[in-house]
T-cell receptor, first 112, second 113 residues
Framework: NAGVTQTPKFQVLKTGQSMTLQCAQDMNHEYMSWYRQDPGMGLRLIHYSVGAGITDQGEVPNGYNVSRSTTEDFPLRLLSAAPSQTSVYFC???????????FGQGTRLTVV | DAKTTQPPSMDCAEGRAANLPCNHSTISGNEYVYWYRQIHSQGPQYIIHGLKNNETNEMASLIITEDRKSSTLILPHATLRDTAVYYCIVSPFVDNYGQNFVFGPGTRLSVLP
């Protein structure tokens, strides 16, 4: 049981490039979310999904797109990378309300 | 706006109980208190959560005051591996499927040998 798997673990982008951060879970969880964590700070919610075909914005959605075509996968797209998007990105999933969230190991993104 | 207040850092001697406080004075009736920790910038790890009763599991105990305005996470016998940032989170319903977590800066716990 792999839990929540994020790829890649590390990525360097040039300003203006686009890329997709992958997130997959094998626990059949309906709820998935993306967070970013800047140095010395807590996590901030980017986007979340309550099920396949349903997504919504979190606290800091600008510059990011998401889609949820399957229960297992929840990719995060950076449309045109900016240095301000340099951060560690975490994907999470949970079974439902009032249940624990499982987090991936993170993707460390640097935009130069 | 932060819904919880935690001390920025704490020390604890190895083998002793670590008591981590959290203030959530604006908590509302349907909001749970969750605790997570983050070790070495890994993904956050769930510890425990509760509504109004005290809770205990294999990792920790959660003591919530009767007015629910504050809580304490207790690690009964801290080890060096418990050194981490601990997050106290008040989490409302989003819908029937899940809820969003607002992570503040947390408490950096250092367990000392």
């Amino acid at each position: 049981n792999a839990g929540v798997t994020q790829t890649p673990k590390f990525q360097v982008l040039k300003t203006g490039q686009s890329m997709t951060l992958q997130c997959a879970q094998d626990m059949n969880h309906e709820y998935m979310s993306w967070y970013r964590q800047d140095p010395g700070m807590g996590l901030r919610l980017i986007h979340y999904s309550v099920g396949a075909g349903i997504t919504d914005q979190g606290e800091v959605p600008n510059g990011y797109n998401v889609s949820r075509s399957t229960t297992e996968d929840f990719p995060l797209r950076l449309l045109s990378a900016a240095p301000s998007q340099t951060s560690v990105y975490f994907c999470a999933s949970n079974l439902g309300v009032n249940t624990e969230a499982f987090f991936g190991q993170g993707t460390r993104l640097t935009v130069v | 706006d932060a819904k919880t207040t935690q001390p920025p850092s704490m020390d604890c001697a190895e083998g002793r109980a670590a008591n981590l406080p959290c203030n959530h004075s604006t908590i509302s009736g349907n909001e749970y208190v969750y605790w997570y920790r983050q070790i070495h910038s890994q993904g956050p790890q769930y510890i425990i959560h509760g509504l109004k009763n005290n809770e205990t599991n294999e990792m920790a105990s959660l003591i919530i005051t009767e007015d629910r305005k504050s809580s304490t996470l207790i690690l009964p016998h801290a080890t060096l591996r418990d050194t981490a940032v601990y997050y106290c989170i008040v989490s409302p319903f989003v819908d029937n499927y899940g809820q969003n977590f607002v992570f503040g800066p947390g408490t950096r716990l250092s367990v000392l040998p």
